[in-house]
């Protein structure tokens, strides 16, 4: 079969046009995916300001358990206190494990006082502060003594 030039043409633009189309449907895509990647982590950072001051909270209410003298007073901080462990785990938060004798790591833990053991060195000897990931990254280092 022979075809007209003008038909060959016609056909070449709509291949080119298609062509076309693809790359800026791909484009637009890509657009897409790099807008929603941003708002991601933009939501991720704000949550994590937020969480770090619950942290705080939950610091608190921690040490307030523990010195309570009020039954009725200490079962409603725990109750409240577990509500808020749930929403972590909801959230992806969860304790950086900082065991007494386990390794110090700088990753995870942040030393502030150094206590003489004739055991290892380097071991955590005690923690003062909880650490906390969230998404996988450090929220909070863990705030513990070392031995040397």
């Known amino acids: ?13 709509n291949i080119i046009l298609k062509i076309n189309i693809l790359e800026i449907k791909k484009n637009f895509l890509k ?10 982590i933009k939501n991720n950072n704000e949550k994590s300001v937020i969480f770090k001051n619950i942290i705080q909270v939950v610091d608190s209410l921690e040490y307030s358990i523990k010195n309570c003298q009020n039954n009725n007073l200490k079962e409603g901080l725990i109750i409240t206190l577990k509500i808020i462990y749930n929403i972590f785990k909801k959230n992806q938060i ?17 030393a502030i006082v150094r206590v003489k053991s004739d055991s290892k060195k ?22 513990v003594c070392i031995t040397y």
């Not at 380097?122 to 705030?143: A, D, E, H, M, T």
Request: aromatic letters at 16%; zero cysteines.
């Open 1 to 13: 079969m022979i075809y007209s030039k003008k038909y060959i043409k016609k056909k070449f633009e």
């Open 94 to 110: 969860s304790n950086i494990k900082s065991l007494k004798n386990s390794i110090y790591n700088p990753s995870f833990h942040e």
């Open 122 to 143: 380097n071991l955590i000897y005690s923690v003062l502060q909880k650490g906390y990931f969230y998404l996988k990254k450090i929220l909070r280092p863990s705030i």
């Open 31 to 40: 657009k897409i995916e790099i807008f929603e990647k941003k708002n991601i």
